[in-house]
């Protein structure tokens, strides 16, 4: 019987531009069908890191143009620019690959909202650097008049950072959610979605903020009961002692494990710690869940127990 599973792409998956991308995406479609036609409930999450840049340098550099007509795009829509575009070629890609197998089955991407804690920590202690270089002065005019928050980046100019902050929950969860029970494939929290709090009645209000796509998928995987959330990444198999002449990989890991080898700083901040503590999360939410992280093209055999590193109870 067939799992539901929740997919996060890593951006190896997805290329690092408009060209790359498209390419990219066949590959990522192979990969994919082959779960579908193992009889397998898919839903994709995907992350947008190049794509949001690139989005927020063109705008910023539209602005620059002509400042008495463009003003500076807001993160959130950048995102929801993000989602629509890499939607577009992967749900293609991916509709055109399950029919050439002769699989008939809907593709079909939705810009998630992920609703985020405005007194999340994260904001008060933003970190994660987006958009292009500034000089110091456009830095300095940029915090003076819509009070960003700018830090000097390793020599090579100033660049706004935003909040990194933990998501609570996916907005279009029930829409997400009726669609796979009706047979689709769902592509959704691309990015890690749309960042969004609360504000009065039932507004939604963009957060200048960049979710992590690994802990939303999390998120996603739990609110629509998935028996297993895949991490895809650059390595087949999570390691501890990485580049070392000790190093070990490991074909798996209970959370006690994982959190040991995380108090030892094994994994590297920004990279594969936030997967770890994403593969905990959603393998204690609930008896008989599990996760995996491992390649893009392992994720096959890896499902099926031959290969990557399998998180559970």
């Not at 951006?11 to 990969?31: F, I």
């Not at 002769?102 to 985020?116: A, C, D, M, N, Y």
């Not at 997400?176 to 890690?192: S, T, W």
């Amino acid at each position: 019987m067939g799992k539901r599973i929740v997919i996060a792409l890593g951006g190896n998956a997805l290329g690092r531009n408009l060209p790359e991308q498209m390419q990219a995406v066949k590959q990522t479609a192979k990969a994919i069908a082959d779960l579908i036609e193992e009889g397998h409930e898919v839903v994709i999450a995907h992350g947008n890191g190049p794509q949001v840049g690139m989005i927020q340098a063109a705008m910023t550099e539209l602005t620059r143009s002509d400042p008495e007509k463009y003003i500076p795009c807001p993160l959130s829509v950048c995102v929801a620019m993000s989602q629509g575009y890499i939607g577009y070629d992967l749900q293609n890609s991916l509709r055109e690959e399950l029919l050439d197998r002769g699989i008939r089955k809907g593709v079909s991407t939705v810009l998630t909202q992920v609703e985020v804690d405005p007194a999340d920590p994260a904001f008060r202690n933003p970190t994660k650097p987006i958009g292009a270089f500034m000089t110091r002065e456009e830095a300095e005019k940029m915090v003076a008049e819509r009070g960003y928050d700018i830090i000097e980046d390793a020599g090579r100019g100033y660049r706004r950072v935003v909040a990194s902050p933990r998501p609570q929950s996916i907005v279009e969860i029930d829409s997400i959610r009726d669609m796979v029970d009706a047979g689709l494939v769902v592509i959704a929290c691309g990015g890690g979605g749309i960042p969004v709090f609360k504000t009065e009645g039932n507004h939604l209000k963009g957060a200048a903020a960049v979710v992590d796509k690994d802990f939303a998928s999390c998120v996603l995987a739990q609110q629509l009961n998935a028996d297993c959330l895949v991490i895809l990444t650059a390595v087949e198999k999570v390691a501890v002692n990485f580049g070392k002449p000790d190093q070990q990989w490991l074909d798996s890991l209970t959370p006690e494990q994982a959190r040991r080898y995380i108090a030892e700083g094994q994994f590297a901040p920004g990279s594969m710690l936030p997967k770890v503590e994403a593969a905990i999360q959603f393998a204690e939410s609930k008896s008989g869940r599990s996760a995996l992280i491992t390649l893009l093209e392992k994720a096959k055999d890896g499902i099926a127990g031959r290969t990557g590193t399998a998180i559970a109870l």
